[in-house]
């Protein structure tokens, strides 16, 4: 498991050099079953698939929302990192997710996330999630932040007490 630094903040590391090496990263996605297709991915693009698990169901029997949020965040993370230089890193600062149609089990999900904007630190993308019938069954946009190896991660001062 990767450890923070001392300061707690995480540090740049070299970007992988393509998708076809993300691919084979593990994480939280592949932990619950989801993963990146190098073949329908590039720069500023990517898709992430896999199969509904019971694992995956809420108690309704649907897929919990959980689910596709990491599945969108997923394809949605690795087109920013895609565009990456190497000494750069990024991470999540907001995710918008509209649920429009429930997934149940056995369902195959593919989510493909696109870049909308790349600047100096944040990057803009948006994402769709699609059952096998490609019907839309969820929406998402969302920012990520993007710092360099001689960038400190922004901290928000200390409010001052009443």
């Known amino acids: 498991m990767a450890r923070l630094p001392p300061d707690g903040e995480p540090h740049p590391i070299r970007p992988l050099p393509d998708l076809w090496h993300a691919a084979r990263r593990t ?21 992430v698939t896999g199969v509904v698990e019971p694992k995956h169901l809420n108690i309704n029997g649907v897929v919990h929302g959980g689910v596709y949020a990491t599945i969108l965040d ?9 565009l990456l230089r190497e000494n750069e890193t990024t991470a999540t600062t907001s995710l918008y997710v509209e649920f429009l149609r429930s997934a149940r089990q056995g ?19 948006e994402g769709n999630l699609f059952d096998a019938e490609d019907r839309r069954l969820s929406q998402a946009r969302g920012t990520w932040y993007i710092w360099s190896n001689g960038d400190a991660p922004p901290r928000p001062k200390a409010a001052p007490r009443p």
């Open 74 to 82: 997923t394809a949605m993370g690795a087109a920013v990192v895609s």
């Open 107 to 125: 369902d195959t999900l593919t989510a493909r996330g696109e870049v909308l904007r790349r600047g100096h630190h944040i990057a803009f993308a």
């Open 27 to 47: 994480g939280f996605h592949t932990a619950v079953g989801f993963h990146i297709d190098p073949k329908r991915s590039g720069r500023g693009v990517c898709t």
